[in-house]
């Protein structure tokens, strides 16, 4: 179902799944879909797509406005409002977010940093005021807001018995997630952002994971890449055990499964002093049983 194709992916997803795909680094990943095939270029050329993740990207019909970013206040000032902009926002809390040491002036420095930017994307993004929000239009595409989506619609298919339909929302979530935040800065709110990225990555390979476990098959290799994956990320975290310890079974690696489930107990008692968790147990139960 995915080929890496050197920095391109290609994918069958269903409809409503694309959008956040299409904005990795606005042309990185290619989404194609059933009946008939075609590139997701064809169907977004308008609207307005913004990537805060990874690379900043900024394209509105069809145009990109990314390198009119007045330097690199600028672009933290555009992420900042962008990954806010469901609040008003004061001025001091921007000056706060842009500057570790603000300059003499810090509300002259905003104000003209603000003008800049709004000659960049556009005064009707951005108001003016004591306090600020950026105004996108309504159906404005924002790769962290559609990454947040995903993951809701890949939980809830899951929850609902159809691996089918979390299948490609899991890997809208988890392409967003692994493209980082801001390379290279360093502030609260940018490690804030970055910790929310990683645990919204986990939760996208579970669901991933999951999913192709469930849908079997030639997926079975992908749940035991991902929940190898999950092992060595959250060494802790028993979920991504169990998914590990089902993939090998159904694989037929049963004996490999319960090993699995040996190197977590072991791991558990010496560092932490603690068992596995019921579901585990019970889950480690079942497979030998299954293989005696």
């Known amino acids: 179902m995915v080929a890496d194709l050197r920095d391109d992916r290609v994918l069958a997803v269903a409809a409503g799944n694309e959008p956040a795909l299409a ?20 169907t977004l050329t308008g609207g307005l797509r913004i990537q805060i993740c990874g690379r900043i990207a900024i394209e509105r019909d069809g145009a990109r406005l990314e390198d009119g970013l007045p330097g ?51 005064p009707e993004w951005l108001g003016a005021g004591a306090q600020l929000s950026v105004a996108l239009p309504p159906d404005a595409h924002v790769d962290l807001e559609a990454a947040h989506a995903a993951i809701h619609r890949a939980e809830s298919a899951l929850a609902l018995g159809d691996p089918a339909r979390a299948w490609g929302p899991a890997q809208v979530a988890l392409f967003t997630a692994r493209r980082g935040f801001l390379a290279g800065e360093d502030a609260p709110w940018i490690e804030e952002t970055r910790r929310h990225l990683a645990a919204l990555n986990l939760r996208a390979l579970e669901a991933y994971g999951l999913a192709a476990l469930r849908l079997g098959g030639t997926e079975l290799a ?58 585990t147990r019970a889950l480690h139960e079942e497979l030998v049983l299954t293989s005696s």
Request: proline share 6%.
């Open 222 to 279: 992908a749940a035991e890449r991902v929940g190898r994956e999950l092992v060595v990320l959250a060494p802790y975290r028993e979920s991504g055990h169990r998914l590990l310890m089902e993939a090998l079974a159904a694989s037929g690696n049963g004996a490999e499964s319960l090993r699995v489930y040996d190197d977590l107990r072991l791991r558990l008692r010496d560092d932490l002093g603690i068992a596995p968790c019921g579901a």
């Open 23 to 42: 904005t990795d680094e606005l042309g990185h990943v290619r989404v194609v879909r059933h009946r008939p095939w075609g590139y997701l270029g064809a």
């Open 72 to 122: 690199r206040q600028g672009r933290l000032l555009f992420v900042y409002l962008v990954a806010n902009r469901q609040r008003p926002i004061t001025r001091d809390e921007l000056v706060d977010a842009l500057w570790d040491r603000p300059p003499p002036s810090p509300d002259a420095a905003l104000s003209a940093l603000l003008s800049k930017l709004r000659r960049a994307i556009g």
